[in-house]
């Protein structure tokens, strides 16, 4: 597919276009030097990508059921950690996909909704599982104000052109108190590793993924916006279909796992998936 691209100031602080750090084919993600976050630049425009994603996801049930068992074991983490702190409520589960979160919430007796930007997948949610799927994206939905108990997104905020857009829309439709649950990748570490040996990778996502978060990255930014109390985890990992990619998968899910319960829940290992969750502040 061609995309149309574009030059972009850094997405968080808008104070640099950034600084070369790796190149991925025709792609080069630079770090800005204003608050060191790495993103793609130049990017896809937003038109390109949203005819991207038509076509992102897997289209036949073969797929789409391995597509299932690949996040269920992430999508289980996190509807426990979700009801450590609420056993039920409105739950909106944002860049949803095929549906399967907010339909294991439902199960849990949450009222669940999604919201998509992909016509099939959100077709198969609303008539394979019969879920209330809103057209994406967030900013475009028009929901009210402190609507929702839960708002969730895996694997979202590193696909998006306005993280932090993205986060105060977030902000804005969770009541007081409301938890936000963000899956995301984190692939620096394991690139500047790969870097020093000379190894060659494509482990970026490119150009579906436009930026790379750290933990302190998205603290800053939801602090900034209004969220407190934010945990950092890591747990359970995905299955992909690939062997290869499956057994990396688990290697590394489950040592970085091991070493963060070891650490009393403090060291999160470098490269593997990262889950956040934080708290819309209560209101005084
Ligand atoms: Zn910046």
């Known amino acids: 597919m061609d995309f149309e691209m574009e030059e972009v100031d850094c997405p968080i602080c808008e104070g640099s276009r950034g600084d070369p750090l790796h190149r991925e084919g025709s792609f080069q993600m630079v770090r800005c030097p204003s608050c060191q976050f790495i993103f793609l630049n130049p990017r896809p425009t937003i038109d390109s990508l949203l005819r991207f994603y038509q076509e992102y996801l897997p289209e036949e049930e ?5 597509w299932k068992k690949m996040m269920e074991p ?22 949803t996909g095929f549906g399967f979160f907010p339909f294991e919430m439902k199960k849990r007796g949450w009222e669940a909704a999604g ?40 694997y ?21 108190g409301g938890l936000l649950v963000l899956r995301y990748s984190h692939t620096i570490p394991i690139k500047n590793f790969l870097r020093f040996f000379g190894i060659k990778n494509r482990l970026y996502d490119l150009p579906a993924h436009l930026s790379d ?72």
């Open 62 to 66: 073969p797929s789409i059921e391995s």
């Open 74 to 95: 992430v999508f289980r983490r996190a509807a426990n950690l979700i009801s450590q702190h609420r056993g039920n409520g409105r739950l909106l589960d944002v860049g």
């Open 115 to 154: 919201i998509e930007i992909s016509q099939r997948a959100m077709d198969y949610a609303r008539d394979v599982l019969g879920m209330t799927i809103f057209p994406g994206p967030l900013e475009k939905a028009a929901l009210p104000d402190n609507d929702f108990d839960a708002v969730t997104g895996f």
């Open 156 to 176: 979202v905020v590193e696909h998006l052109s306005h993280p932090m857009a993205f986060l105060r829309e977030c902000h804005r439709i969770l009541r007081p």
């Open 213 to 284: 978060f750290s933990p302190r990255m998205i603290q800053q930014c939801l602090e900034r916006i209004g969220f407190e109390k934010c945990q950092h985890s890591i747990g359970g990992y995905t299955l992909p279909v690939d062997l290869g990619k499956r057994t990396s998968s688990i290697l590394f899910g489950s040592f970085g796992e091991a070493l963060y319960y070891l650490s009393g829940k403090k060291f999160l290992f470098p490269g593997v998936s990262k889950t956040v969750l934080a708290f819309k502040e209560e209101r005084i």
